[in-house]
């Protein structure tokens, strides 16, 4: 069990010196608390730190239900079984698509952007914890999409299935934890409060990101093996 999110932030980024072609690569956490993991990443590895948003795809008159995930650029990512266990029609899936990536570009505008271009760039995708992946798969395909040369997911923490579901995205898959018992990424830290958003703006601003002036204030919502392939 870490002590916080910034804890678990400082082991990963040692953990990643050791892996080759990562210096200096760009930094994306999944806000709000991947932000947090991610800016001790990037100082370890002398990277620029940013923010990539993807939102969970609502379930038909279930809204707590993720059926996948999008990011701001359209990118998505859905679980086939999901959509096809509680019947889910193109027409439903393209709108609720459509209302979160709009969503996802308010929030992502709200941090300044995801900060410097993606392109012929090693890019790591950074949250605090894996549980579905739904979020984290679509966050890949948008850095792929952007024109990134490598493409990494690094979390502290990750169920073994989801692990291996990202490995298919990624060029590779980062966790100093995966436990085939994770059923909350919260039972992992000591301390897992919600993140603010001026926490978040605090946290580029500290490492060169200019966010909006926009200020709002809301609120979200160990060992096994290490990996590093």
């Known amino acids: 069990m870490w002590k916080d999110r910034e804890e678990a932030g400082e082991l990963l980024g040692q953990h990643m010196r050791g892996i080759g072609g990562l210096d200096g690569a760009v930094v994306l956490g999944i806000p709000r608390g991947g932000v947090v993991v991610a800016a001790p990443v990037a100082e370890a590895l002398g990277g620029e730190l940013g923010v990539i948003v993807a939102r969970k795809l609502r379930a038909p008159r279930q809204p707590e239900l993720a059926i996948g995930a999008v990011a701001s650029d359209g990118s998505v990512w859905v679980e086939p079984r999901a959509l096809r266990v509680l019947g889910v029609d193109a027409e439903y899936l393209e709108a609720e698509r459509m209302f979160q990536s709009e969503e996802a570009r308010r929030r992502e505008a709200l941090f300044g952007g995801h900060g410097p271009s993606l392109a012929g760039r090693p890019v790591i995708v950074v949250d605090d914890g894996i549980a579905t992946g739904a979020t984290a798969m679509a966050a890949l395909r948008a850095a792929r999409a952007a024109g990134a040369t490598t493409v990494v997911l690094a979390a502290p923490v990750a169920s073994p299935e989801r692990a291996d579901m990202l490995r298919g995205e990624a060029d590779l898959v980062v966790c100093l934890i995966e436990d085939p018992n994770l059923y909350a990424v919260g039972q992992y830290y000591e301390d897992f409060r919600a ?35």
């Open 195 to 229: 993140i603010e958003d001026d926490e978040v703006m605090s946290l580029l601003e500290s490492h060169g990101k200019k966010p909006s002036t926009e200020r709002r204030t809301s609120t979200r919502g160990m060992a096994r093996r290490p990996s590093g392939a």
